[in-house]
T-cell receptor
C-alpha cells in the first residue's frame, strides 16, 4: 500500500461530459503529480502541484485542469470528454517540490468514454 | 526534452534465471533514475532508484547500474520468481526540472 488514495476506481461516461478525479497524497507529502497511462502513449506526466500551487505542467490538454486544496488533496477535472481520453489516470505524491525525489503512486482511476 | 528508451518490450525467463532490462536517456542533466513495477490493476510501485553520483545500487535480488558517460542504466533481477512477473518501467528526472520521463515499459513473464 503506497498510502496514496485515488477515487473513484472506475468511471464510465459519455463523450462531451465532465468528470472529476480525486487524489489524497501520502501523509506528509506536499507534492501531487497527475499522469495519464494509455496503451499507445505509456505513462505521460500531466501536471504537478506543490503545497497548493501549480509547480509544473506536462502534456496536459486545455480541456483538463487540476487543483490542490489546503488539506493537500488534489482533483483533476476533465471536460468535453472525447473517446481518446479513455485511459488510466494516476496520481503520485512526494515530499518535496522537485521531481528527482521518490514518487509514490496510487492505484489509479480507469476512465472509459462511451 | 528528455527521452527515455527501454528495451526489451517483453521478456520471458525461466524461474531462477536472471532478467535484465536496459534504458537509455537523452538529457545529460538527468540525475535521478527510478524503477517501477506495475502489477495488473495496480499503480506503479517504486522498487529501486539511483542517483547520478552512484554507479550501482543493490536491494536483495534487485540491482541497478548507471553509466553516465553512455547515458544508460539497467535493472537486474536475480533468482527470478513467479511473483516478479509484471510490467517494469524505468524513468529519468533532472534536479532543475519537474518532470519524470518514463520509458515504454517491459512486460516480464517468469515461467515456473
Amino acid at each position: 500500500d503506497s498510502g496514496v488514495t485515488q477515487t473513484p476506481k472506475h468511471l464510465i461516461t459519455a463523450t462531451g461530459q465532465r468528470v472529476t478525479l480525486r487524489c489524497s497524497p501520502r501523509s506528509g507529502d506536499l507534492s501531487v503529480y497527475w499522469y495519464q497511462q494509455s496503451l499507445d502513449q505509456g505513462l505521460q506526466f500531466l501536471i504537478q502541484y506543490y503545497n497548493g500551487e501549480e509547480r509544473a505542467k506536462g502534456n496536459i490538454l486545455e480541456r483538463f485542469s487540476a487543483q490542490q486544496f489546503p488539506d493537500l488533496h488534489s482533483e483533476l477535472n476533465l471536460s468535453s470528454l472525447e473517446l481518446g481520453d479513455s485511459a488510466l489516470y494516476f496520481c503520485a505524491s512526494s515530499e518535496g517540490q522537485n521531481s528527482n525525489q521518490p514518487q509514490h503512486f496510487g492505484d489509479g482511476t480507469r476512465l472509459s468514454i462511451l | 526534452g528528455e527521452n527515455v528508451e527501454q528495451h526489451p518490450s517483453t521478456l520471458s525467463v525461466q524461474e531462477g534465471d536472471s532478467a535484465v532490462i536496459k534504458c537509455t536517456y537523452s538529457d545529460s542533466a538527468s540525475n535521478y533514475f527510478p524503477w517501477y513495477k506495475q502489477e495488473l490493476g495496480k499503480g506503479p510501485q517504486l522498487i529501486i532508484d539511483i542517483r547520478s553520483n552512484v554507479g550501482e545500487k543493490k536491494d536483495q535480488r534487485i540491482a541497478v547500474t548507471l553509466n553516465k558517460t553512455a547515458k544508460h542504466f539497467s535493472l537486474h533481477i536475480t533468482e527470478t520468481q513467479p511473483e516478479d512477473s509484471a510490467v517494469y518501467f524505468c524513468a529519468a528526472s533532472q534536479a532543475a526540472g519537474n518532470k519524470l520521463t518514463f520509458g515504454g515499459g517491459t512486460r516480464v513473464l517468469v515461467k515456473p
